[in-house]
DNA sequence: TTGTACGCGTTATCAG
DNA sequence: CTGATAACGCGTACAA
């Protein structure tokens, strides 16, 4: 019943603090007795009261993880519950318990109130926009806090990929196999990766010697019915190859071509981005630039962490690696060689 | 710097119980020194830190959501993060805060300790198999909880959506349409929802006067790769339908068909289940049951609060209503005429 | 190495 | 209606 340090003192006859001292890993405590109270602790199923020690200590070891909860496109996108796995596995190891918080609009408890309850160490933001306002108020309060997703503010920390070296990666790889017309379904430009995915696509066409061309240019919103739609345009202006943000939108892109009478890879061409589980089994099997949600995350914690630790290091920024990984969608030399 | 009710009370000139009592909507105050407190509190920017408030009354407005986190392709299934978001806008509406609890094999905090650490006031569970034994210790110590998913606990509260009913609903719905040889693709079969679904397959089966066909059933993980592998072993039984009990295994089943250049409906009929996003944009687009996970997090999180209100409360099952949606995927009547 | 004593910010029980 | 005052369970100087 009364599960609580004095209880395990009296049980063992040494004091609350000597029982404080054992949880706490304090060396400060002979082995002989740190034993004996462990065994208690074992057997009474003690453990000690987070609130209590919050309380006492100023501390918690709790996060909040910031998700965008807006866009119902946006939780059904498997990007996010990667992410969520890769945080919640990186703080149960570190002992941390993470708190969900979906920056909805209309959502009663905004986050800067969450920050003044004492209950959050620190905050995992997955950026929903570009220097999302919500960001703002917890950079002034020198709240604890990583973005996933780059941000412009310069005191806080990211973690994100190349997103805009990704994207001039996946277009010149259509480049080069020797399409002459390609074309972007880009993301929803408040969001920061989609401009840098953008960014890197008309940089990859510039490089080419070419000239980037509105009409091949398509914003979505990175769901699977936008990328459809964006197709349908983009169709208009016969395109030989197209970059798809996100492979969502891609199967969007994928249907709407096929729907048109047209095939893939040989008259319309594609690439996605995310390499999510189902792009493998598209028809065809997607070329698309892999990113991996799970481990930004778990860097994501790491880094947050030691923010935590020490409140007043520099910010710091890291991108993570993507990888192109190439399968039909996209054909290949050869193919382009018949083609020709 | 000090958001404290101390801070607030030397602000306005009255105790901290008065300045408690506002926080709390207590009546007993006048209006005018209400009004007074409130103010300051507005300009002030305090809040109530949360875990004083944890130690001072026992309890605590956060509950733990517990998912299963093993299988990786759980958590990519549109449907967890539907269900947390449902969760968690309700919980915002409520004053509650929601931790996020993978219950991953190998996690560092077990359930039950979580519950000893007074942080949680209650568990939301999304049993990830039958009778799930992480269920047993929060049961036994009472702990208020709510399964996702049904469990024979008798002490456990639960909401679910009828599985069984809804599997032999999609199975009647193909046998009226006059398919003769309906398989199955299962879920795995210690997951109370995938048992139900093929107990519905049957129940529809034998209702029929036919009897159910091992040849005909495969247990599959609900992946879509699972999805296709079943279709690939079901297609030597040529069956002329399939009941699928998830979207993500029909996306697979159809890849399959279609490879095995067969057609869809004509050669063999698909129904689903879940009516993710992804259905509707199939090719054929997916007849399916239309379950609704983020309602079900919404219930189970008002039931969790109820139990919370009130411990002692007989426990609870609440079934939620699905919904057959026809598409493309399963033909009609008038195929099946034309097809005769 | 161990114990004492105080404080963390609230709630809650009393008086007034 | 309001104000003291004692818990709540723990961390942490400080003293022994």
Redesign the interface.
């Known amino acids: 019943m009364a599960?609580t340090l004095e209880h395990i003192a009296e049980l063992t006859g040494v004091s609350r603090s000597t029982v404080s001292r054992v949880v706490n890993d304090d060396p400060h405590v002979s082995s002989a007795t740190r034993a004996r109270v462990q065994e208690a602790i074992e057997i009474e199923?003690?453990?000690?009261?987070?609130?209590?020690?919050?309380?006492a200590s100023g501390r918690?070891n709790?996060i909040a993880?910031v998700i965008p909860?807006g866009f119902?496109?946006m939780?059904?996108d498997?990007y996010?519950?990667?992410l969520?796995?890769g945080i919640?596995?990186a703080a149960?190891?570190a002992?941390y318990?993470?708190?969900?918080?979906?920056a909805?609009a209309g959502?009663?408890?905004s986050i800067d109130?969450?920050a003044?309850?004492?209950?959050v160490a620190g905050f995992l933001f997955s950026a929903g926009q570009i220097d999302d306002p919500l960001l703002q108020p917890l950079a002034s309060a020198k709240t604890p806090m990583v973005s996933i997703g780059r941000t412009d503010d310069p005191r806080v920390s990211y973690v994100d990929v190349d997103n805009k070296g990704s994207g001039r990666q996946a277009t010149n790889h259509l480049l080069r196999l020797g399409y002459q017309r390609v074309a972007t379904i880009a993301g929803p430009s408040f969001a920061p990766a989609a401009c840098d995915r953008l960014e890197g696509y008309t940089a990859a066409i510039e490089a080419f010697g070419q000239q980037a061309d509105d009409n091949l240019i398509y914003e979505g919103d990175f769901?699977?019915?936008s990328g459809?739609a964006g197709m349908r345009m983009l169709l208009e202006h016969q395109p030989d190859a197209v970059f798809v943000a996100s492979d969502r939108m891609a199967?969007?892109a994928l249907?709407e071509i096929?729907?048109a009478g047209l095939r893939v890879p040989e008259d319309v061409a594609v690439v996605g981005f995310d390499d999510?589980?189902?792009a493998a089994?598209m028809?065809p099997p997607l070329t698309t630039i892999r990113q991996r949600p799970q481990q930004m995350g778990k860097t994501a914690l790491t880094l947050l962490l030691e923010l935590i630790a020490d409140p007043d290091s520099p910010p710091q920024r890291i991108i993570l690696p993507t990888e192109l990984v190439v399968r039909a969608s996209c054909g290949s030399l050869q193919d382009q060689k018949e083609r020709q």
């Open positions: 599960r199923g003690y453990r000690p009261n987070l609130s209590a020690r919050g309380l918690t709790v993880a909860g119902d496109t939780l059904s498997p996010f519950p990667n969520l796995q919640a596995t149960d190891a002992d318990f993470v708190m969900l918080s979906l909805e959502f009663r408890h109130e969450i003044r309850q004492g209950v769901s699977e019915a459809q199967a969007g249907n096929i729907a999510i589980e189902r089994h028809e």
